[in-house]
């Protein structure tokens, strides 16, 4: 029902779902720039394939191995946070129960 008429002219990039490969590149780019900005280091490491083909990645730079080394610290530091508040409610509770 969608595509009631799919004679979009001679021209493919009259096709409303066309996108040329600059804008698939530049779309690439700009996701790759997000997942470092917010953090998605699993996400990277998913994606780490298709982007190194893109070109988008090359070789790990310094920027990169700086950024990940600060989000593993980041998270090993919550992650101490956590098991320190996990041991201080288990001996509020340990208390209780006394």
Known sequence: MVLMDTDFGED????????????????????INRL???GRTDLIDKYQPV???????????DFERRARADLEGK???IKEQVEK??????????????
Request: charged share 40%.
């Open 12 to 31: 493919v990039a009259d096709c409303p779902f066309y996108r040329s490969k600059d804008d698939n590149l530049r779309e690439s780019a700009m996701c």
């Open 36 to 38: 470092i900005r917010i």
């Open 51 to 61: 982007y190194r083909s893109l070109n988008l990645l090359g070789g790990e730079d």
């Open 75 to 77: 998270k090993q530091k």
């Open 85 to 98: 508040r996990r041991r201080s409610v288990a001996e509020v509770a340990e208390e209780w129960y006394e």
